[in-house]
């Protein structure tokens, strides 16, 4: 598939969103939309052509194998903080061998669900040939996942989150499928306003969520606002906005790398909150913007270490074919 530069800047900013919310930068503004926006440039993505055999195995590939060696790596990585910090008292196997509990590396949970999302949705577009019963179909299966966060019901493997999810992956498919972004056309910086500013507004009703745990406080119809008009605000904005040459291609970058960003970002946050330290107090606004340069630079340098490797992983067991 052909990259589109502005759906790639658009992730960057998505991923730049993600970093700011665990370096708490902003944290209460970018966790009522960032994880949703994330699914919805997903959906983007998702393509009609492949068989559902073709497309498992692709997504296992892109999602489930990263999944796995980042969700073991954040377990030998705080493993080995505590034994080396002295607390090996807790330390507890079954948490380390247990491939279900994301809590040492949090955010690959969103691995996890994607693939799920992206299964789920393929086989309904296999399935169900008609817009009008897909579009049913989607909403009762999010409906579904939002009365299983309401009534605090968990599904084993995040697959709760996935049924409340597939409503933004299906918005995302459908915003490139009728090429809404292109036919905004000059209309687009107006109707990215009115969403700035419904978003600005829905802030005031937002309630407390969690998205890898499906936990929605309050009524979803401001959590749901919250995450369309952000969204679309967003992929407007980054899509049309012309950035500063040197902003564009840094956002593209992390919009290319956004998975691995995502996957190895949480445990460097350990090392940069010490080095942030030193030139900062703990718990100010300049600590937390120099936690989140820090942490997006030690991202970067160690992507940049273990691409050829993993470049070379894949092509030794042919795993991209």
């Not at 489930?64 to 990585?77: E, I, N, S, T, V």
């Not at 991202?299 to 067991?317: D, N, Q, T, W």
Request: glycine fraction near 6%; charge should be positive; hydrophobic fraction near 55%.
């Amino acid at each position: 598939m052909k990259r589109e530069t502005g759906i790639d800047i658009a992730r960057g900013a998505g991923i730049l969103f993600i970093v700011c919310l665990h370096a708490h930068v902003a944290d209460a503004w970018f966790n009522s939309f960032a994880v949703a926006y994330f699914f919805v440039l997903s959906g983007y993505f998702f393509s009609e052509k492949s068989t559902i055999r073709e497309f498992i195995k692709k997504k296992a590939v892109r999602l489930l194998l990263p999944y796995l060696f980042f969700l073991m790596a954040g377990k030998l990585f705080y493993l080995l903080l505590l034994l080396v910090s002295g607390r090996a008292a807790q330390v507890s196997l079954p948490s380390l061998l247990n491939v279900a509990n994301a809590d040492d590396n949090p955010p690959v949970w969103f691995l996890l669900a994607l693939f799920e999302v992206g299964v789920l949705y393929k086989c309904l577009t296999t399935v169900i040939r008609q817009q009008v019963w897909l579009l049913l179909a989607v909403v009762a299966i999010s409906a579904g996942g939002l009365w299983f966060a309401k009534a605090a019901w968990k599904l084993p493997l995040f697959m709760d989150t996935a049924c409340s999810m597939l409503l933004f992956y299906y918005t995302g498919h459908q915003v490139k499928r009728r090429a809404w972004l292109q036919r905004a056309g000059r209309y687009g910086w107006i109707i990215t306003t009115i969403l700035l500013v419904l978003f600005c507004a829905g802030q005031y009703f937002r309630q407390g969520t969690d998205i890898r745990t499906n936990t929605i406080l309050g009524s979803p119809l401001p959590y749901l606002a919250n995450n369309f008009t952000g969204s679309f605000c967003c992929m407007l904005f980054f899509y049309y906005c012309p950035l500063p040459s040197m902003l564009a291609k840094g956002l593209r970058y992390l919009g290319v790398n956004s998975l691995l960003i995502c996957c190895v970002h949480y445990p460097l946050l350990e090392m940069a909150r010490p080095l942030a330290s030193l030139v900062a107090a703990r718990g100010s606004i300049a600590y937390a913007f120099v936690v989140l340069i820090t942490c997006l630079g030690l991202s970067i340098l160690l992507i940049e270490m273990c691409r050829k490797p993993v470049s070379a992983f894949y092509a030794r067991f042919k795993l991209y074919q």
